[in-house]
Protein backbone atom coordinates (compact mmCIF):
# COMPACT_ATOMS: atom_id res chain seq x y z
CA UNK A 1 0.00 0.00 0.00
CA UNK A 2 1.01 3.47 -0.81
CA UNK A 3 1.63 6.01 2.05
CA UNK A 4 -0.52 8.75 0.01
CA UNK A 5 -3.71 6.52 0.62
CA UNK A 6 -3.44 7.55 4.46
CA UNK A 7 -4.41 10.81 3.18
CA UNK A 8 -6.86 11.54 1.48
CA UNK A 9 -6.74 14.40 -1.21
CA UNK A 10 -10.09 14.83 -2.39
CA UNK A 11 -11.46 15.05 0.74
CA UNK A 12 -9.25 18.17 1.73
CA UNK A 13 -9.75 19.73 -1.87
CA UNK A 14 -13.58 19.76 -0.90
CA UNK A 15 -14.10 20.50 2.17
CA UNK A 16 -10.74 22.21 3.64
CA UNK A 17 -9.13 24.83 1.17
CA UNK A 18 -9.99 28.03 -0.53
CA UNK A 19 -11.04 28.18 -3.79
CA UNK A 20 -10.91 31.02 -6.54
CA UNK A 21 -12.57 30.77 -10.49
CA UNK A 22 -9.94 28.93 -12.61
CA UNK A 23 -10.22 31.50 -15.41
CA UNK A 24 -9.33 33.96 -13.18
CA UNK A 25 -6.12 32.13 -11.79
CA UNK A 26 -4.83 31.31 -15.57
CA UNK A 27 -5.62 35.26 -16.75
CA UNK A 28 -3.87 36.22 -13.46
CA UNK A 29 -0.91 34.31 -14.26
CA UNK A 30 -0.90 34.94 -17.00
CA UNK A 31 -0.74 38.71 -17.50
CA UNK A 32 2.48 37.99 -14.58
CA UNK A 33 4.15 36.35 -17.33
CA UNK A 34 3.23 38.92 -19.84
CA UNK A 35 4.67 41.49 -17.59
CA UNK A 36 7.49 39.94 -16.84
CA UNK A 37 8.22 39.62 -20.50
CA UNK A 38 7.79 42.85 -21.11
CA UNK A 39 10.06 44.06 -17.70
CA UNK A 40 12.50 42.50 -19.06
CA UNK A 41 12.55 43.02 -22.57
CA UNK A 42 11.98 39.42 -23.86
CA UNK A 43 15.12 37.92 -22.19
CA UNK A 44 13.22 34.69 -21.19
CA UNK A 45 16.52 33.48 -19.54
CA UNK A 46 15.39 35.90 -17.01
CA UNK A 47 12.10 35.60 -16.72
CA UNK A 48 12.34 32.08 -15.98
CA UNK A 49 14.55 33.25 -13.20
CA UNK A 50 11.98 35.40 -11.93
CA UNK A 51 9.47 32.99 -12.02
CA UNK A 52 11.25 30.26 -10.28
CA UNK A 53 12.28 33.03 -7.29
CA UNK A 54 8.57 33.85 -6.77
CA UNK A 55 7.45 30.19 -6.41
CA UNK A 56 10.29 29.52 -4.04
CA UNK A 57 9.22 32.46 -1.71
CA UNK A 58 5.75 30.80 -2.58
CA UNK A 59 6.68 27.69 -1.68
CA UNK A 60 8.30 28.73 1.54
CA UNK A 61 4.94 29.39 2.71
CA UNK A 62 3.14 27.01 0.98
CA UNK A 63 4.16 24.15 3.37
CA UNK A 64 3.42 24.97 6.43
CA UNK A 65 -0.27 25.47 4.73
CA UNK A 66 -0.09 21.72 3.26
CA UNK A 67 1.19 20.32 6.00
CA UNK A 68 -1.00 22.03 8.67
CA UNK A 69 -4.12 20.52 6.79
CA UNK A 70 -3.11 17.64 5.68
CA UNK A 71 -0.81 16.63 8.85
CA UNK A 72 1.87 14.02 6.73
CA UNK A 73 3.98 12.65 8.66
CA UNK A 74 8.09 12.81 7.21
CA UNK A 75 8.23 10.55 4.32
CA UNK A 76 10.96 7.60 4.12
CA UNK A 77 11.64 7.62 0.68
CA UNK A 78 11.92 9.50 -2.12
CA UNK A 79 9.37 7.99 -3.83
CA UNK A 80 7.03 8.20 -1.29
CA UNK A 81 7.84 11.98 -1.52
CA UNK A 82 6.94 12.14 -5.01
CA UNK A 83 3.43 10.30 -4.32
CA UNK A 84 2.36 13.06 -1.77
CA UNK A 85 3.40 15.86 -4.15
CA UNK A 86 1.54 14.38 -6.62
CA UNK A 87 -1.19 12.70 -4.69
CA UNK A 88 -1.95 15.23 -2.58
CA UNK A 89 -0.17 18.39 -3.06
CA UNK A 90 -1.07 19.00 -6.49
CA UNK A 91 -4.38 17.81 -5.64
CA UNK A 92 -5.22 20.07 -3.34
CA UNK A 93 -3.76 23.48 -4.61
CA UNK A 94 -4.67 22.77 -8.58
CA UNK A 95 -6.88 20.11 -8.47
CA UNK A 96 -4.78 18.01 -10.44
CA UNK A 97 -2.61 14.51 -10.09
CA UNK A 98 0.42 14.33 -12.34
CA UNK A 99 1.73 11.09 -12.76
CA UNK A 100 5.33 9.97 -11.69
CA UNK A 101 7.44 8.16 -14.18
CA UNK A 102 10.70 7.71 -15.16
CA UNK A 103 12.67 7.01 -12.36
CA UNK A 104 15.96 6.49 -12.08
CA UNK A 105 18.25 3.19 -10.66
CA UNK A 106 19.07 5.42 -7.61
CA UNK A 107 15.58 5.89 -6.58
CA UNK A 108 16.69 10.07 -6.58
CA UNK A 109 15.37 11.27 -10.10
CA UNK A 110 12.08 11.73 -11.52
CA UNK A 111 9.72 13.02 -13.59
CA UNK A 112 6.05 14.39 -12.76
CA UNK A 113 3.65 14.54 -16.05
CA UNK A 114 1.25 17.01 -15.80
CA UNK A 115 -2.10 16.07 -17.01
CA UNK A 116 -3.62 18.65 -19.88
CA UNK A 117 -5.07 20.76 -19.31
CA UNK A 118 -2.49 23.01 -17.35
CA UNK A 119 -4.26 25.06 -14.98
CA UNK A 120 -1.84 27.73 -15.95
CA UNK A 121 -1.77 27.47 -19.46
CA UNK A 122 -5.33 26.91 -20.70
CA UNK A 123 -6.33 29.37 -22.74
CA UNK A 124 -2.49 30.01 -23.62
CA UNK A 125 -0.56 30.49 -27.13
CA UNK A 126 2.78 31.16 -27.60
CA UNK A 127 3.46 34.11 -30.13
CA UNK A 128 5.52 32.35 -32.66
CA UNK A 129 4.77 34.32 -35.50
CA UNK A 130 6.25 37.55 -33.18
CA UNK A 131 9.15 36.03 -31.98
CA UNK A 132 11.27 32.94 -32.00
CA UNK A 133 13.09 32.77 -29.40
CA UNK A 134 9.94 32.50 -26.84
CA UNK A 135 9.07 28.92 -27.63
CA UNK A 136 12.67 27.58 -26.99
CA UNK A 137 13.48 29.59 -23.97
CA UNK A 138 10.42 30.31 -21.91
CA UNK A 139 9.22 27.85 -19.32
CA UNK A 140 5.53 29.57 -19.06
CA UNK A 141 5.09 27.21 -16.11
CA UNK A 142 8.46 27.88 -14.28
CA UNK A 143 6.79 29.59 -11.15
CA UNK A 144 5.68 25.47 -10.20
CA UNK A 145 9.49 24.31 -10.34
CA UNK A 146 10.46 27.49 -7.78
CA UNK A 147 7.47 26.09 -6.22
CA UNK A 148 8.43 22.51 -5.19
CA UNK A 149 11.79 23.32 -4.39
CA UNK A 150 10.88 26.17 -2.11
CA UNK A 151 8.42 23.76 -0.22
CA UNK A 152 10.47 20.56 -0.62
CA UNK A 153 13.74 22.73 1.11
CA UNK A 154 11.83 23.42 3.99
CA UNK A 155 11.29 19.56 4.94
CA UNK A 156 15.05 19.48 4.35
CA UNK A 157 14.93 17.98 0.92
CA UNK A 158 17.79 19.51 -1.28
CA UNK A 159 16.12 19.19 -4.98
CA UNK A 160 16.46 20.65 -8.39
CA UNK A 161 13.55 21.01 -10.00
CA UNK A 162 13.11 22.14 -14.06
CA UNK A 163 11.16 21.66 -16.91
CA UNK A 164 12.17 18.90 -19.49
CA UNK A 165 9.38 19.87 -22.00
CA UNK A 166 6.20 21.76 -22.48
CA UNK A 167 2.85 20.97 -24.43
CA UNK A 168 2.97 24.88 -25.28
CA UNK A 169 6.13 24.65 -27.23
CA UNK A 170 5.01 21.86 -28.91
CA UNK A 171 6.13 19.13 -27.07
CA UNK A 172 4.35 15.83 -26.63
CA UNK A 173 3.34 16.37 -23.10
CA UNK A 174 4.53 18.96 -20.03
CA UNK A 175 7.46 16.96 -17.65
CA UNK A 176 8.92 18.39 -14.87
CA UNK A 177 12.43 16.46 -13.92
CA UNK A 178 13.11 16.18 -10.00
CA UNK A 179 16.42 15.64 -8.96
CA UNK A 180 16.75 14.84 -4.94
CA UNK A 181 20.64 15.59 -4.36
CA UNK A 182 20.69 15.62 -0.65
CA UNK A 183 18.55 15.34 2.30
CA UNK A 184 19.19 18.04 4.76
CA UNK A 185 20.40 17.13 8.56
CA UNK A 186 19.43 19.17 11.32
CA UNK A 187 22.20 20.87 13.12
CA UNK A 188 23.38 23.06 16.20
CA UNK A 189 22.64 26.64 15.60
CA UNK A 190 26.14 28.05 15.51
CA UNK A 191 27.30 29.77 18.63
CA UNK A 192 25.00 28.62 21.18
CA UNK A 193 27.35 26.52 23.15
CA UNK B 1 19.60 30.53 -4.72
CA UNK B 2 19.52 32.21 -1.12
CA UNK B 3 21.99 30.58 1.32
CA UNK B 4 19.59 30.95 4.47
CA UNK B 5 17.93 27.18 4.41
CA UNK B 6 14.86 25.63 6.49
CA UNK B 7 13.70 27.82 9.07
CA UNK B 8 14.61 26.72 12.66
CA UNK B 9 12.95 28.56 15.33
CA UNK B 10 11.90 28.36 19.04
CA UNK B 11 8.74 29.59 20.22
CA UNK B 12 8.44 29.45 23.90
CA UNK B 13 5.58 29.81 25.95
CA UNK B 14 5.88 29.33 30.10
CA UNK B 15 2.41 29.34 31.80
CA UNK B 16 3.77 27.70 35.54
CA UNK B 17 1.75 27.50 38.07
CA UNK B 18 3.67 30.03 39.89
CA UNK B 19 3.30 32.87 37.18
CA UNK B 20 0.10 33.03 36.89
CA UNK B 21 -0.68 35.00 33.73
CA UNK B 22 2.27 35.56 32.12
CA UNK B 23 2.65 33.65 28.65
CA UNK B 24 5.90 33.94 26.71
CA UNK B 25 7.54 35.58 29.65
CA UNK B 26 10.88 33.80 28.44
CA UNK B 27 11.49 34.18 24.93
CA UNK B 28 14.29 36.26 25.31
CA UNK B 29 15.84 34.70 28.07
CA UNK B 30 18.61 32.60 27.83
CA UNK B 31 17.08 29.73 29.75
CA UNK B 32 15.24 29.15 26.21
CA UNK B 33 18.54 28.63 24.66
CA UNK B 34 19.46 25.78 27.66
CA UNK B 35 15.80 24.47 26.98
CA UNK B 36 16.99 24.48 22.67
CA UNK B 37 20.28 22.65 24.31
CA UNK B 38 18.24 20.20 26.08
CA UNK B 39 15.62 19.57 23.18
CA UNK B 40 18.09 19.03 20.61
CA UNK B 41 19.98 16.14 22.43
CA UNK B 42 16.82 14.67 23.80
CA UNK B 43 15.57 14.65 20.21
CA UNK B 44 18.99 13.13 18.90
CA UNK B 45 18.52 9.97 21.03
CA UNK B 46 15.01 9.26 20.68
CA UNK B 47 15.90 8.81 17.07
CA UNK B 48 18.62 6.45 17.73
CA UNK B 49 16.54 4.08 19.61
CA UNK B 50 14.64 3.52 16.84
CA UNK B 51 15.34 1.35 13.71
CA UNK B 52 14.13 3.11 10.81
CA UNK B 53 14.84 0.43 8.80
CA UNK B 54 11.94 -1.25 10.36
CA UNK B 55 9.56 1.13 11.81
CA UNK B 56 7.11 3.01 9.48
CA UNK B 57 7.11 6.52 11.77
CA UNK B 58 9.88 8.10 12.62
CA UNK B 59 10.56 8.39 16.81
CA UNK B 60 9.09 11.60 17.95
CA UNK B 61 9.77 13.46 21.34
CA UNK B 62 6.54 14.72 22.75
CA UNK B 63 7.09 15.57 26.15
CA UNK B 64 9.55 15.01 29.13
CA UNK B 65 9.13 15.89 33.18
CA UNK B 66 11.66 17.13 35.11
CA UNK B 67 10.87 17.58 39.19
CA UNK B 68 8.40 20.62 38.68
CA UNK B 69 7.61 20.65 35.68
CA UNK B 70 6.74 19.21 32.24
CA UNK B 71 7.92 20.34 28.84
CA UNK B 72 5.81 19.86 26.09
CA UNK B 73 7.00 19.76 22.70
CA UNK B 74 6.04 19.62 18.72
CA UNK B 75 8.15 20.13 15.91
CA UNK B 76 6.98 20.66 12.56
CA UNK B 77 8.46 18.86 9.73
CA UNK B 78 9.98 22.52 8.75
CA UNK B 79 12.03 22.38 11.84
CA UNK B 80 9.56 24.90 13.93
CA UNK B 81 9.53 23.78 17.22
CA UNK B 82 6.54 24.68 19.89
CA UNK B 83 6.86 24.25 23.80
CA UNK B 84 5.11 24.81 26.28
CA UNK B 85 6.06 24.08 30.41
CA UNK B 86 3.29 23.32 32.28
CA UNK B 87 3.25 21.48 35.79
CA UNK B 88 3.15 17.89 36.36
CA UNK B 89 -0.47 17.36 36.45
CA UNK B 90 -1.13 18.26 33.20
CA UNK B 91 -0.80 15.66 31.14
CA UNK B 92 -1.14 15.68 26.96
CA UNK B 93 -1.02 18.47 25.06
CA UNK B 94 0.20 17.23 21.68
CA UNK B 95 -3.36 18.51 20.30
CA UNK B 96 -3.06 22.36 21.43
CA UNK B 97 0.32 22.46 20.57
CA UNK B 98 -0.64 21.45 16.91
CA UNK B 99 -3.25 24.00 17.33
CA UNK B 100 -1.16 26.65 17.86
CA UNK B 101 1.26 25.68 14.39
CA UNK B 102 -1.85 24.67 12.33
CA UNK B 103 -3.87 27.77 13.18
CA UNK B 104 -2.48 30.27 14.64
CA UNK B 105 1.42 30.19 13.31
CA UNK B 106 -0.59 29.88 9.81
CA UNK B 107 -2.96 32.39 10.09
CA UNK B 108 -0.49 35.34 11.60
CA UNK B 109 2.74 34.38 9.89
CA UNK B 110 2.20 31.85 6.96
CA UNK B 111 -0.69 34.29 5.80
CA UNK B 112 0.69 37.48 6.13
CA UNK B 113 3.00 38.26 3.70
CA UNK B 114 4.68 40.91 5.78
CA UNK B 115 5.72 38.43 8.23
CA UNK B 116 8.92 36.61 7.78
CA UNK B 117 8.86 32.60 7.92
CA UNK B 118 12.39 32.05 8.31
CA UNK B 119 13.60 33.38 11.87
CA UNK B 120 17.29 33.79 11.50
CA UNK B 121 18.60 36.46 14.31
CA UNK B 122 22.15 36.96 13.88
CA UNK B 123 23.62 37.31 9.80
CA UNK B 124 26.47 34.93 10.31
CA UNK B 125 24.93 31.33 10.59
CA UNK B 126 25.76 28.94 7.95
CA UNK B 127 22.58 27.25 6.01
CA UNK B 128 20.26 25.40 8.47
CA UNK B 129 22.01 26.44 11.42
CA UNK B 130 19.32 29.11 12.34
CA UNK B 131 17.94 29.46 15.17
CA UNK B 132 15.66 32.70 15.94
CA UNK B 133 11.95 32.82 17.41
CA UNK B 134 8.40 33.73 15.94
CA UNK B 135 8.30 37.47 16.72
CA UNK B 136 5.33 37.80 15.12
CA UNK B 137 2.82 40.45 17.47
CA UNK B 138 -0.34 39.06 16.85
CA UNK B 139 0.89 35.50 16.55
CA UNK B 140 2.38 36.09 20.96
CA UNK B 141 -1.04 37.68 21.71
CA UNK B 142 -3.43 35.45 20.34
CA UNK B 143 -1.44 32.37 21.64
CA UNK B 144 -1.46 33.88 25.31
CA UNK B 145 -5.05 34.49 24.99
CA UNK B 146 -5.93 30.91 23.90
CA UNK B 147 -3.61 29.43 26.33
CA UNK B 148 -4.97 31.19 28.73
CA UNK B 149 -8.43 30.08 27.81
CA UNK B 150 -7.95 26.63 28.32
CA UNK B 151 -8.85 24.63 31.38
CA UNK B 152 -5.43 23.24 31.50
CA UNK B 153 -5.13 27.05 32.60
CA UNK B 154 -5.55 28.13 36.04
Redesign the interface.
Known amino acids: MSKSSKYNGDDIWKNNVEKINSELFTLTYGSVVAQLCRDFNNNYHEVNNQLDKMG?NIG??L???F???TG???C?TFRETSEIISKIGFKIFLNIVPTIENWSSDNKTCSLILPEPNPLTEFVELPITTDSKISKELWYSQILCGVLRGAL????LDVDVNFVKDVLRGDDRTEIRLKLNKV?????????D | MKTTGSGSSVSLNSSTANHLGIINKNNDSNTSKLLFGILYSLKSISTKLIDEETSPISNALKSFTLGKYRIHYLESLTNLKFILITDIIIDNLQHVLWELYSNYYIKNCVENSLSPVEFKQSTDLKEHELMGKISNYNFIHETDHFLQSLSVFE
Open positions: YLRIEELAKVRRQQMVQLKDEIPAGE
